[in-house]
């Protein structure tokens, strides 16, 4: 079965894909980056849920793609931590028994922070590009980005995902990182409450973030953990070589 719909909650209106493969297995929620959205991940989630023989869920974060957009003027420097709680009442909203989650960038900071906090029915997480503290390079990555934005057609390319939402949403990424108070983001103290199995990827030549972050998050969790560096990718490794971050990520999750 599956489902591409809307729902009204807290205050939010938030777009959705569901793909129910086998209620016994558990569900896989995707949760996108800073510029990204459902339509923006591609088939990689359903094939990642096809292998694996798991339900699927994505969903656009409020102010992204075909959810409503921010209602707010600027971000708390807490934001991440705030969306992984909209995350668990999303959760319970759809009372998903078991879940695994797969987070890219500010997908995998916020899938961090849920699993610190809510550890009921979590199996897993695997971490893509993700930020558990700012670093000059994070920070050159997002000045780069703010050129592009203005000099080349990377506005227009994300105006057929966001639509009317562009501007805000590249404004909430770029001028959140870059306020000198968001210097202070560090999560590491609460990866130390993170009890599940977690799987660390990130492209050998990520623009946004040095070996260290995924040194940090090894070196904090609790649970099972591994790291997984992808060879000829940057960013986005499930785009930039596809196949060896599909097929780790698959056998993490079938060993689950």
């Not at 699927?56 to 931590?81: A, V, W």
Request: hydrophobic share 35%; aromatic share 10%; proline share 3%.
């Amino acid at each position: 079965m599956e489902i591409e719909n809307s729902l009204e909650i807290n205050n939010a209106n938030i777009h959705y894909y569901h793909h129910e493969i086998n209620p016994e297995r558990p569900t896989l929620i995707f949760l996108h980056d800073s510029l990204g959205s459902t339509q923006l991940w591609r088939d990689f989630p359903k094939e990642v849920a096809e292998k694996t023989n798991c339900n699927l869920f994505i969903y656009d974060r409020k102010g992204y793609g075909k959810s409503s957009p921010f209602t707010i003027y600027r971000r708390e420097l807490t934001y991440m931590h705030d969306e992984a709680d909209f995350l668990n009442d999303l959760v319970q909203h759809f009372n998903f028994k078991h879940i695994i989650l797969f987070g890219h960038s500010d997908g995998g900071s916020i899938a961090l922070l849920y699993a610190s906090k809510f550890h009921q029915n979590l199996q897993g997480i695997v971490v893509v590009g993700s930020h558990i503290i700012v670093e000059e390079i994070s920070l050159q990555g997002i000045r780069e980005a703010k050129i592009a934005y203005t000099e080349t057609n990377l506005k227009m390319r994300l105006e057929k995902y966001h639509g009317e939402n562009t501007q805000k949403v590249f404004e909430m990424w770029t001028e959140t990182w870059l306020r000198p108070d968001f210097i202070d983001f560090d999560i590491r103290e609460e990866l130390k409450n993170i009890e599940c199995p977690t799987l660390v990827i990130q492209g050998i030549d990520d623009e946004f973030g040095s070996i260290e972050q995924v040194n940090g998050i090894i070196n904090n969790v609790k649970g099972r953990k591994e790291s997984y560096l992808v060879l000829d990718a940057k960013h986005t490794p499930y785009k930039e070589n596809r196949t060896p971050t599909l097929v780790k990520t698959v056998e993490f999750i079938d060993s689950l």
